[in-house]
């Protein structure tokens, strides 16, 4: 087993007339293989979030492709939300 952790965005969301609805949630190293979701509060994006992301390590592990990671020597402490997956 690994884990894997990924950086994630939890921004403000809005409507087509522009009323907030909600926050963003995406994964900025899965957002090409469709890491992006939703949420009516933080939390709920990030559960969200964490959901469709595990689910595409999973879908990605299993085709054999490569899982794109954070340079290690280039860990730092930060505020921004991240989410971890085990598989």
């Known amino acids: ?5 990924f950086k994630v965005v939890v921004e403000a969301d809005e409507d087509f007339d522009g009323t907030p609805s909600g926050r963003h949630a995406y994964c900025p190293a899965l957002e090409s293989r469709g890491a992006s979701t939703w949420g009516a509060t933080e939390t709920e994006a990030l559960n969200n979030i964490h959901n469709v992301v595990r689910l595409i390590v999973e879908s990605m592990r299993e085709h054999g492709e490569r899982i794109p990671e954070e340079p290690a020597d280039q860990v730092e402490v930060t505020e921004e939300p991240r989410v971890a997956v085990t598989v």
């Not at 087993?1 to 952790?5: A, G, H, L």
């Open 1 to 5: 087993m690994k884990t894997y952790n």
